[in-house]
Each structure stands twice: as structure tokens, then as C-alpha cells.
């Protein structure tokens, strides 16, 4: 695709890795940039940015590219969607008088460059991006400018190579170099063992489909319950998406047909009740990158009925829980018995005791108390329960 790099003629090519001279002095970088010309994508991948107050700098191995600031008009941030699209920081250019010296083609179709962050940590972006901008509002270029171009920076550089490279600024430069190279290799080690990994998972994937159909193909109920459960410990699923059954009813109900396969095991193990909140954590974590929505997981919730399945979405208090029909609730707790174990109760000592998670048992407690069972009492100590003696005695 060369034919996109014909359009990046603000885009200057540097004979070598770039280096600073005083007054220039590096603000900010980042590996693994891709450049768009435009909504173009471009070769120019994996490379390290460098933010100065004069220029933005590019570069990956032999390819060492430059775009001055002055050429910046604003900037834009295009914020990605999930792992579809990555981040963007867009690049508004200013209109071009002349074309500036060893630019990478005379000719432009687009006035725009965006720069990809695709492996970066998710505040990243708008930290780069407010750099740029504050470089922008500096404009250091005008004010003070640098005493040498590019070119003659560039061309320093090969002279003090050819005599020996003398001198504490040569010796500094090559410094620079050396780790820009460094920093290159690292990079590419990194990202590629990442592309690795990502193809690996795929593999992994695929390879439980293909098992998946060869077990429902045997028809053995023995051994799709055990491959169910290594597919439950694994989180390895096909996963219901909207992308494959719409937006529509039928995502719903699938996707309802896939937590009723997870979770008649998640409430036996939670004596058959089990915090929304829970679920959804549990959840996502088995779909792995197709996460689900907390809205479309209660509306999945709502189609239980429907499919006549054991189990259902209930409410204790303010707190949203699945329940297996016909299992415990507050009342049909034996509150008494471990209150005179006990004196007290909290919800950790309801959880312990009837195996619930504490956001659960804290539901019942204060189910309890609004049904005047129960009184409080709040302290340092922290949240207790006591027999309502207001009401007993």
C-alpha cells in the first residue's frame, strides 16, 4: 500500500533516529504508534512517538519520519470501541505554503494524520493528547525557534561520524540512538509475543468448538456433562453475542439459555441462591472479551420463565438475587437457634452458617429487621443484629 504514503506530504523523512539539540527536549513518547494518513492506514506501524515542543517524531527501526508542530492546526480524540477500534488521536493539519524539505511525497488527498494507540493503557491517549496540545498552545517554534533545520541536524550527525564523532554532544547522540534501538527491539519482541498469544487463544478456541460438536455428536450425557464442566473451569465458550443472533428477542433468549448451562452449578455451590452482582462478575469472566451488559443480563434474567427453568431472578430488599424455586428466604431461616448460639448476628456469621455470600446474608438481616424482627445496632464494632425486644418483650 505505498500509494498511501503518497498522501503524507507534511510527513518529513530523517536520513537517522532523530535526536535533541538544545532548546528541543522530548515531553513525552509511546510505543507501538500506527499512523493514518487520513482514514487511510498506513505501513508506518509499531513505532515509537516522541513529543518535543517543536515536532512530532516517529520511528521503527531504519524508518525515521518527522512532522513539525507548526503544521498542527488542533487536535481531535477519537475514543475506540472495544476491541474493534483502537484509540486515535487526530491530527487537524494546517494548510500548506511550500512543501517542507525531504517530505514523503509532494502530493495530498487527505488533512488529516490520526495516530493508533493500540496497546496502550487506557489514560494514555488523553495524556498524549493533552501534551500535544499544550505544545500547540506554547508554540515554542515562534518564539523560540531552533537554530538548526532537520536537514542540518541530519547532516551534522553523518559529519561528526565521518571524523570519529568527537565531542560530549556526538557522544550524546549516539547514547540516544543506542537506546531509541534498544527501546525499538523491546517493542517489537513485546508486541509480537502479544500477536502470538491472541493467535494461540484463537487456536484454543476453535479447538473447543471442534470438541464441543464431536461430544454433542456421540450423544453420551456422561461425558458432555464432563466436558461441560472442564469448558465451566476453563471460562472457553462460544458465547451468544449480538453480532451472531441480533439485538433483537433471540439474543435474550439465547443468551438466557446460556447462564441457565452455568448456573444451576454457581447455586449449588452458593446453597441455591446467589447475588445478581456475583453472577454478572462470574459471568463475564467465563465469556472472556464478549462481555455482557448489566441491562442485557437482566433482561436474559426475564426470559427464565419462559424457558421453565429451576431457578429465577427474585428481590430481597433492594438486592437483585437468582434463587433456585422453593429455597431459602429470611423467614424460613432459623434465626432463633443462632441467635442464642451466638447472642448476635452479622452477615458474616449468616453467611458462614448457611453458606451465602455476605451481600446476601446482609439482604436477609435487614429483611428481617424491616419486618420487626430484628434491631440493629451500628458502632465501631460494626453492624449487629439483635432480637427486637420491643416487640418480643
Request: glycine fraction near 6%.
Amino acid at each position: 500500500i505505498l500509494w498511501v504514503f503518497a498522501t503524507m506530504n507534511r510527513v518529513s523523512r530523517l536520513d537517522s533516529a532523530p535526536s535533541c539539540q538544545p532548546p528541543e527536549h522530548v515531553q513525552d513518547s509511546e510505543p507501538g504508534i500506527r499512523l493514518y494518513d487520513g482514514d487511510d492506514r498506513t505501513d508506518f506501524d509499531e513505532g515509537r512517538l516522541q513529543i518535543t515542543p517543536y515536532r512530532l517524531l516517529w520511528s521503527h527501526r531504519n524508518t525515521h519520519l518527522c512532522l513539525p508542530l507548526q503544521y498542527v492546526a488542533y487536535t481531535d480524540f477519537y475514543e475506540g470501541f472495544s476491541f474493534m477500534s483502537s484509540p486515535k488521536i487526530i491530527l487537524h493539519l494546517s494548510t500548506l505554503t511550500e512543501l517542507p524539505p525531504n517530505c514523503v511525497s509532494p502530493s495530498s488527498k487527505a488533512d488529516l494524520i490520526k495516530l493508533s494507540l493500540r496497546h496502550s493503557s487506557s489514560h494514555r491517549p488523553k495524556q498524549l493528547k493533552a501534551t500535544i496540545d499544550s505544545m500547540l498552545t506554547a508554540q515554542t517554534w515562534l518564539h523560540q525557534p531552533l537554530t538548526t533545520s532537520v536537514e542540518s541536524t541530519a547532516a551534522t550527525a553523518r559529519a561528526t561520524e565521518r571524523h570519529g564523532g568527537a565531542g560530549i554532544l556526538a557522544q550524546q547522540r549516539r547514547t540516544e540512538q543506542n537506546i531509541a534501538q534498544v527501546q525499538d527491539s523491546l517493542d517489537d519482541a513485546f508486541t509480537g509475543d502479544l500477536k502470538d498469544l491472541k493467535a494461540k487463544a484463537q487456536e484454543l478456541v476453535e479447538l473447543a468448538q471442534r470438541l464441543s460438536a464431536k461430544v454433542q455428536a456421540d450423544d453420551d450425557s456422561a461425558v458432555q456433562a464432563q466436558f461441560d464442566e472442564y469448558m465451566l473451569n476453563m471460562g472457553i465458550e462460544n458465547p451468544v453475542t449480538k453480532s451472531t443472533h441480533g439485538a433483537g428477542n433471540i439474543y435474550f433468549v439465547e443468551l438466557a439459555k446460556e447462564m441457565a448451562n452455568v448456573l444451576p452449578r454457581l447455586l449449588e455451590d452458593n446453597n441455591g441462591i446467589m447475588a445478581l452482582t456475583d453472577f454478572y462478575c462470574v459471568f463475564n469472566r467465563l465469556r472472556g472479551t464478549e462481555l455482557v451488559s448489566p441491562e442485557d443480563l437482566r433482561q436474559a434474567c426475564r426470559q427464565f420463565p419462559k424457558l421453565g427453568v429451576g431457578f429465577g431472578l427474585t428481590t430481597i430488599g433492594n438486592v437483585k438475587v437468582l434463587q433456585t424455586h422453593g429455597g431459602l428466604d429470611s423467614s424460613s431461616l432459623n434465626m432463633t437457634a443462632l441467635l442464642d448460639q451466638h447472642a448476635y448476628l452479622t452477615a458474616g456469621i449468616l453467611a458462614r452458617s448457611h453458606r451465602v455470600s455476605a451481600i446476601v446474608a446482609k439482604a436477609w438481616l435487614i429483611d428481617e429487621e424491616a419486618k420487626g424482627r430484628l434491631a440493629r445496632d451500628e458502632s465501631i464494632e460494626g453492624l449487629r443484629f439483635y432480637p427486637n425486644r420491643f416487640l418480643t418483650g
